[in-house]
């Protein structure tokens, strides 16, 4: 079933995902106290980029400095973090991907992409970039590759294909598994200029080359890591300085939209950004939130007397559902301004905001007015939380959550893991390794555990390793454990699919969280139940291909994640199928029911949703193709 991509005659093998089941994998490891932060020990490398690559691996990735952990006769710059059992082993990563981007393609394979130059001590050039030049003997970083692995053997390569320059880029997976390369520069710096701007897009497996992009050109200075989204329609949302289009890449065309409200979201501004849920009872629609920020002027953030680190941060959210209206709402504010602001999704359908600072921006420099070489200063170490479906004005909450006491300023990163903790490590606003300044080099690494833990987790039977675009439902038991002993808590049952993304500069790129279509039958008799379970919808544009989380998720409280492949496995068109009718919900007396008339034909999903209507929000969608 899972076919190689070929580049070149350089084969790209995807994860091994065989088709059947599996069932839920107990309760987690660690009994971690609900609402707190606990060091778990301390990273090879310091967490510049993270990304869970598989069930059991979270992979690290730094930029060129002179870490303490060796590998090959020159500082490591790359891990990988066994989640089993804490075990690390250091990776040979071979340029220097300091700034650049990440995600992962539909086969399952990671690329990192951009950089900076080849450096020598403190971050300074290297004479050469072939990476013959010591101290670090680093190569330009342009584009590296990981297959993760489960025997330890796997590590980052040169890809056959190499993207142009770009420091500062963004990555988006695309509805046929390949990925959308955008913006940049080619030297560096705190923001962009004219003699180094790179505005334009290409694609990963190349189909061309560079493709200019009028709205980045616009927007210098404020133009590097553009916030992109893939939207259901097949378009993608770009935000870039105080301009917002959506471009749709088939007719190369960009669509100018709303200029965002209130203050710049992307870096250095960095905001807090994240696509909501996409859920049956939403159709399908996507809105995006953006939540504090800088409010800068275009022209002060290269003025000769801009202070960085004097910048107070906005408090300011507001959304958009840029499929719908091009229109941005506000919403609740933040509970405090804050910049470096990172947003996870939570299988509990909330989003976990934390790191970040209450002054300054991202980035660092040899200046005199940064703290050590921070252009922030003032921590946030509480974390919050937002509830998407709290009333206006209850959004935000804290829950009871300890702060954590480690600053994780410029260069941190965060991830969920399959237990349905948070992995947060690394800050380093730093141009090297440095351990005496305010804000040092930081390798200890932690998790927060989310207000489930403590409870005991469901572990549903009969789970799925790979998810289709359409096509034929899918039956998961639940036992009365499952359901605290109570068959009427299948009313509060969801099925959920995490894509985790790609950690860096407080955004995940590829990030996304869906909700799939259920319907149940309980039985009273053991308070048991079977949750029947569609497909993704009918439209790759809501997921990309690609490896995913799937969580089953009761009242509140979901079983550990699985990983899942979603689509074919393989990079190129993806098979799209009918969307199924579930049969209605019911609790039955007993199991011995007839199963044929518990599975009768009815459109109704969990909650009323009817399929008919979640295909009618899709139907819109260009180039969506339904085969029977």
Known sequence: MWKPLILTGVAIAPLAFAQQTQDALGQPRRNGSPGTFEVVGQSLVSAQQLFLGHQNAVYFLDKVENNPNQINGHPAWGSEW????????????????????????????????????????????????????????????????????????CDWRISPHRSDQRWYPTLETLEDGSIIILGGCRNGGYVNDQYQDNPTYEFFPPTGGPIRSPVLARNLPVNLYPLVWLLPSGKLLLQANYETILLDRVRNQEIPLDNMPDAVRVYPASAGTIMLPLTPDNGYTATVLFCGGSSVATERWQAPDF???????????????????????????????????????????????????????????????????????NPVMAPI???????????????????????????????????????????????DYNAGVKFSTEYRTELFYPSYFGKSR????????????????????????????????????????????????????????????????????NHTATLHVSQLPPNAAVLAPGPALL????????????????????????????????????????????????????????????????????????GLVVEV
Not at 121 to 150: H, I
Not at 336 to 352: K, Q, V, W
């Open 385 to 431: 939380l937002y509830n998407p479906k709290a009333p206006a004005g209850q959004k935000f909450s804290r829950n009871g959550f300890q702060a954590s006491n480690i600053p994780r300023m410029y260069h941190s990163s965060a991830t969920l893991l399959p237990d349905g903790s948070v992995m947060v490590s690394g800050s380093n606003p730093n141009s």
């Open 551 to 622: 969580f089953i998720v009761v009242n509140g409280v979901p079983s550990v994640g699985v990983h899942v492949m979603v689509g074919s496995g393989q990079i190129g068109p993806q098979q799209i199928g009918q969307a199924a009718n579930l049969p209605g919900s019911q609790i039955l007396p007993t199991a011995s029911t007839n199963s044929k008339e518990n599975r009768r034909n009815g459109a109704i999903s969990r909650g009323g949703v009817k399929m008919s209507v979640v295909l009618a929000a899709l139907s819109g969608v260009v």
């Open 458 to 525: 469901p572990q549903p039977k009969a789970l799925p390793t790979q998810l289709s675009y359409g096509g034929p439902s899918f039956d998961v038991h639940l036992s009365s454990d499952d359901l605290a002993g109570n068959v009427d808590n299948v009313n509060h049952v969801s099925a959920v699919v995490i894509r985790t993304g790609f950690s860096t500069h407080a955004m995940n790129m590829g990030q996304r969280y869906v909700e799939l279509a259920t319907s149940f039958t309980g039985y009273q008799s």
């Open 82 to 153: 066994r989640l089993s059992d804490d075990q690390q082993r250091p990776l040979n990563v071979v340029t220097n991907s300091f700034c650049a981007g990440g995600g992962v393609l539909g086969n399952g394979t990671w690329i990192n992409v951009g950089g900076n130059q080849a450096v020598t001590w403190g971050g300074n050039g290297a004479d050469v970039q072939d990476g013959s030049s010591g101290p670090y003997f680093d190569a330009d970083g342009r584009q590296s590759m990981l297959d993760p692995c489960t025997d330890q053997h």
């Open 307 to 377: 202070i960085a680190i004097q910048q107070a941060p906005s408090t300011s959210c507001v959304k958009i559902t840029p499929d719908v209206s091009g229109s941005y709402t506000h919403d609740d504010p933040l509970p405090e301004a804050r910049s470096m602001l990172n947003f996870i999704h939570l299988p509990d359908g909330t989003i976990l905001g934390l790191n970040g600072a209450g002054m300054g921006t991202a980035g660092y420099g040899n200046v005199t007015w940064a703290q050590g070489q921070s252009y922030a200063d």
